[in-house]
């Protein structure tokens, strides 16, 4: 079975600090995928970022980039720049690629983030 | 990006009834996801709605309790039945486009009193 490992459950930031959020993974498949998602107080899940586990290079979006580390099994998400916005909880989540179960999702337990003026 | 719209955003409900919860989407989309996101927790999966077929549940969630439909490739309900207050939740669906790129609804914010 598959499980996500967020250590942090939370932090305090600076604004315009950078800050990286630990997320560590168990699974004994080949292919796989990261993501991380923000939430905000309202609820929604907010797309940040993917990594493959086949993708050499990390991976970035904007002020998002995906530190990962297949040896590890550690894919940590590094906010540049913070801004008051940032505050929200943020999800580390796996994917399994199973043709016939789909490409369902494991979360981990969440970090949230307060980002300081 | 694909565009996930759920409806009801939020809603309050009495003990004893049931909700249907709506998901759209924008485009044609083979597997859909249904989330459970209890208070002050992660997200964990209900259930994978494959169109025209029965959904598949996850171990602790039953058809009887979250009955899920998919008539066709844009849509999903799913309704919590008989609800009562440990049901109060966010209700979250979700849609498998390809490799990378999972998106989520605004998610379902019930409240059982």
């Known amino acids: 079975a598959q499980k996500i490992t967020q250590t942090q459950p939370g932090m305090f930031v600076q604004e315009k600090e950078a800050v990286t959020l630990d997320c560590t993974y168990d699974?004994?498949?080949?292919?796989?995928?990261l993501f991380w998602y923000k939430q905000p107080s309202s609820g929604e899940m907010i797309f940040l970022i993917y990594?493959?586990?086949?993708?050499?290079q990390n991976a970035t979006e904007g002020r998002y980039s995906l530190n990962f580390q297949k040896a590890r099994k550690s894919a940590n998400l590094v906010i540049s720049a913070s801004q008051l916005g940032d505050s929200a909880m943020y999800f580390c989540?796996?994917?399994?690629?199973?043709?016939?179960?789909?490409?369902?999702?494991?979360f981990g337990g969440g970090t949230r983030v307060l980002v300081k003026p | 990006s694909a565009v996930i719209s759920q409806k009801p955003s939020r809603d309050i409900c009495q003990r004893g009834t049931s909700l249907t919860i709506q998901c759209q989407v924008d485009?044609?989309?083979?597997?859909m996801f249904w989330y459970r996101q209890q208070p002050g927790q992660s997200l964990t999966l209900i259930a994978t709605?494959?169109?025209?077929?029965?959904?598949?549940?996850e171990s602790g969630f039953v058809i009887d309790k979250f009955p899920i439909s998919r008539p066709n490739l844009t849509f999903s309900t799913l309704t919590v039945s008989n609800m009562s207050p440990e049901d109060s939740s966010i209700y979250l669906c979700?849609?498998?486009?390809?490799?990378?790129?999972?998106?989520f609804g605004e998610g379902s914010r019930l409240t059982v009193l």
């Open positions: 979700s849609a498998d486009l390809r490799a990378g790129e999972l998106f």
């Open positions: 699974t004994s498949d080949q292919s796989y995928g």
């Open positions: 990594q493959g586990s086949y993708d050499e």
């Open positions: 989540a796996m994917q399994q690629m199973i043709k016939a179960a789909g490409n369902k999702l494991t």
């Open positions: 485009s044609q989309v083979t597997m």
């Open positions: 709605a494959n169109q025209g077929s029965e959904a598949t549940y």
